[in-house]
C-alpha cells in the first residue's frame, strides 16, 4: 500500500530561525514527490517538484532534498518569516495506467512566532 | 490565465440534504480531481475527470458523485448529507498528467 508519512505533525519556530520538515515515503513506481504550501482557509500551492534523478531543489527560502534510495525527502526553511505560517504537505506521485496516482501526507502545521 | 475558481466558497447544510459543488478548471486543463480535507484525515482523494470520464475512484460511499462536463468544468455532488461530511472540498486541475494546481475550495458544514 502506498503511504506517505511526515513529521514532525506540528512545529513552532521563532521568526528568522531555520526548520526542515521531514516525508518519507513507500510509493512504487515512483513518478515525482512535490511539497506544497497551504495556508488555513486556502488551497495548496506548489512550492517544488521533484523527480527521481533530482537530489535538490530549490524554490527562494525553501529548498526540497529528495533521497530515491531511502525514499525521504525533506524541505528546509531559511530564516523563517511569519508568512511561512502554513501547512507544508507532502505528495508522492506514482505510475498508473490510467495516469498519476497521487498519495498525500498528513501535512506538517508550522507556526512562527515573532 | 485566470486560476481554478469553486463555487460556492461557503455553504451550510443540514443532515439528509444534497449538494452540488462547482469546480472551473484554468483555461486547457482537461483533468479534474477533486478532495475532501478534515483536519483529522487530511487530504483524502475523492476521484480525477479527464475529458468527462472518470479516470480514478478514491474510496469514498456512493453518495459522492461527479461529473465533467464538455468544457471541463466539474461539479461534485453529495446525498444524504451526514455530520461527518463537513469539511473543505478542494478541486485541482491540471493538463495532463502534471502539475495540479488546487482552487480555493468550498467549505462545507452540515448541521
Known amino acids: 500500500k502506498n503511504q506517505v508519512e511526515q513529521s514532525p505533525q506540528s512545529l513552532i519556530i521563532l521568526e528568522g530561525k531555520n526548520c526542515t520538515l521531514q516525508c518519507n515515503y513507500t510509493v512504487s513506481p515512483f513518478s515525482n514527490l512535490r511539497w506544497y504550501k497551504q495556508d488555513t482557509g486556502r488551497g495548496p500551492v506548489s512550492l517544488t517538484i521533484m523527480t527521481f534523478s533530482e537530489n535538490t531543489k530549490s524554490n527562494g527560502r525553501y529548498t526540497a532534498t529528495l533521497d530515491a534510495d531511502t525514499k525521504q525527502s525533506s524541505l528546509h526553511i531559511t530564516a523563517s518569516q511569519l508568512s511561512d505560517s502554513a501547512s507544508y504537505i507532502c505528495v508522492v506521485s506514482a505510475l498508473g495506467n490510467a495516469g498519476n496516482m497521487l498519495t498525500f501526507g498528513g501535512g506538517t502545521r508550522l507556526m512562527v512566532k515573532p | 490565465k485566470a486560476g481554478v475558481t469553486q463555487t460556492p466558497r461557503y455553504l451550510i447544510k443540514t443532515r439528509g440534504q444534497q449538494v452540488t459543488l462547482s469546480c472551473s478548471p484554468i483555461?486547457?486543463?482537461?483533468?479534474v480531481s477533486w478532495y475532501q480535507q478534515t483536519p483529522g484525515q487530511g487530504l483524502q482523494f475523492l476521484f480525477e475527470y479527464f475529458s468527462e470520464t472518470q479516470r480514478n475512484k478514491g474510496n469514498f460511499p456512493g453518495r459522492f458523485s461527479g461529473r465533467q462536463f464538455s468544457n471541463s468544468r466539474s461539479e461534485m455532488n453529495v446525498s444524504t448529507l451526514e455530520l461527518g461530511d463537513s469539511a473543505l472540498y478542494l478541486c485541482a486541475s491540471s493538463f495532463q498528467r502534471d502539475e495540479q494546481f488546487f482552487g480555493p475550495g468550498t467549505r462545507l458544514t452540515v448541521l
Open positions: 483555461s486547457g486543463h482537461r483533468s
